[in-house]
């Protein structure tokens, strides 16, 4: 079944703000039930991965479930959504997001606008980004490949371990990233710091597109397992 713009578009942004409200509302929840940043991590960490399998899964259908602008800004790079469409995607993750941030502050009595004091800046987080974005579009079009089936637990899996492996807590998300810039908790980046992750995931989402496209190329010829054998 096709679905309509709008509908498509009301996907992305109510999926991005249940995203974005569950990594500042975990957050929250984390820091207020533990004084321990590892336990607290650990509580944001298993939520954001959990919520994304559910997400991917239902609204997958409907719009494709980017709540991403950099990989939305794949799928227009490789010409499977258009460019209008992809800069309305774009829009409604943005507005998405940052409605998420603020039912989350009203969850919790928090002061629905704030602005984030923490620091997240530096030539290893702009890695981590590059890193974690770069991973995230691999396991995307590597599982649309391979198994499209498994792309909610792949990619909810992949966010979980990138969270513990990566300086930056893996946001890979221009759209989070930016959303979390309005809330000064446990899951917050200072705006002045939001311009250098975004570069960061672009990168890391353009170099995992030129990977991708090069390593999963047609062959004119197949070769076999004993030709693959010997060439090693």
Request: no cysteine.
């Amino acid at each position: 079944m096709a679905f309509d713009l709008k509908r498509r578009l009301a996907a992305e942004a109510l999926g991005t703000a249940i995203l974005v409200a569950t990594v500042v509302g975990s957050g929250i929840m984390a820091d207020r039930l533990s004084d321990d940043v590892a336990v607290s991590l650990l509580g944001n960490t298993m939520p954001t991965g959990a919520i994304l399998v559910v997400l991917i899964s239902i609204l997958g259908p409907i719009s494709g479930a980017h709540f991403n602008p950099a990989v939305t800004m794949v799928f227009a790079a490789r010409r499977e959504i258009e460019a209008t469409a992809a800069v309305l995607y774009i829009l409604a993750q943005a507005v998405g997001g940052i409605a998420g941030t603020l039912i989350a502050h009203a969850m919790f009595d928090l002061p629905l606008f704030q602005v984030s004091e923490t620091v997240r800046t530096g030539t290893g987080q702009w890695i981590a980004e590059a890193v974690a974005t770069f991973g995230l579009v691999l396991t995307i079009l590597a599982g649309l490949r391979f198994r499209a089936d498994a792309i909610p637990w792949l990619v909810g899996l992949y966010i979980t371990a990138a969270y513990w492996f990566t300086a930056s807590t893996s946001f890979a998300n221009p759209a989070v990233a930016v959303a979390r810039a309005f809330s000064n908790t446990f899951s917050g980046i200072r705006p002045t710091d939001v311009p250098g992750f975004i570069v960061a995931e672009v990168v890391g989402a353009l170099v995992a597109t030129a990977v991708v496209g090069w390593m999963f190329a047609e062959r004119n010829t197949a070769v076999s397992p004993i030709t693959v054998k010997e060439a090693e």
